[in-house]
């Protein structure tokens, strides 16, 4: 495991030492309110990653059916268990990344567009919410708060130790009050600047939206990338061309 990977591995322990364990190892997924949920989705990147030209972590909202202890495998330890988790999503990523663009729409097409346009060591595919449950967003899961702890702060770790150039909030327009709260735009906690739009080229506010993040990372807000609605198709094909030409900064 390389530097970059260890110290993922490392911080996703210090976040998850505190979870209670019955969430991991599925002891308790007899019990009704732990029974549809998912194995936690932990990121891990490429080797290559921080020596790609541009570093473009895409951000999506949920796990679906992401199980990372299959039959009858057993939970051995903390640390076994985050190794598993990150060479799952690494090994789904590297599959999934290389074949053809689906037909429609859908998140992975737009993982596809942006390593054929940038090459894919450095995307990274990262999730607001770190578990599924009935194999969709978490939201309305009884024990929702403390699963958005959770993965509020294993999001943070992974923008702090991978340092993307660019990040895409990709988790549409139902969950982005948490993504704010995540990282907030407004008031003194605020870590957002240079707020910005695209209105005068004609994507309206709801489809794109830009700000910076540490006044560094620039990021940038669009609809689930599944949304087949002519507004966002538009919008999330103007910003793949921004891109391209290195213009999406307004």
Not at 182 to 204: A, M, N, R, T
Request: charged share 25%; hydrophobic share 40%; glycine share 6%.
């Amino acid at each position: 495991m390389d530097s970059s990977q260890q110290a993922l591995a490392d911080a996703y322990r210090d976040v998850l030492v505190g979870l209670p364990q019955h969430w991991l190892d599925r002891s308790r997924s007899h019990e009704v309110e732990y029974a549809k949920l998912s194995g936690i989705f932990l990121p891990a990147i490429s080797p290559a990653f921080h020596c790609a030209q541009q570093r473009i972590m895409l951000v999506g909202r949920e796990t679906r059916g992401w199980n990372v202890l299959k039959g009858d495998d057993k939970f051995e330890s903390l640390e076994t268990y985050i190794c598993k988790a990150m060479a799952k999503q690494q090994d789904h990523l590297a599959k999934f990344i290389s074949e053809p663009r689906d037909r429609g729409e859908n998140f992975f097409n737009l993982l596809r567009d942006l390593a054929n346009d940038h090459g894919t060591q450095g995307i990274a595919w990262a999730n607001l919410f770190s578990f599924a449950w009935d194999k969709k967003s978490p939201m309305r899961w009884e024990h929702f708060a403390q699963l958005l702890e959770v993965s509020e702060q294993l999001l943070k770790v992974q923008v702090s130790i991978l340092q993307p150039d660019i990040i895409i909030f990709a988790n549409g327009a139902s969950s982005a009050k948490y993504r704010q709260g995540y990282f907030p735009h407004k008031g003194e906690s605020s870590v957002c600047s240079e707020l910005g739009d695209f209105c005068k080229q004609g994507i309206p506010l709801n489809q794109l939206w830009r700000f910076k993040l540490h006044q560094r990372i620039q990021c940038f807000r669009i609809q689930h990338p599944s949304s087949i609605s002519a507004p966002s198709r538009a919008a999330r094909r103007f910003l793949l061309e921004q891109l391209r030409v290195g213009g999406a900064g307004g």
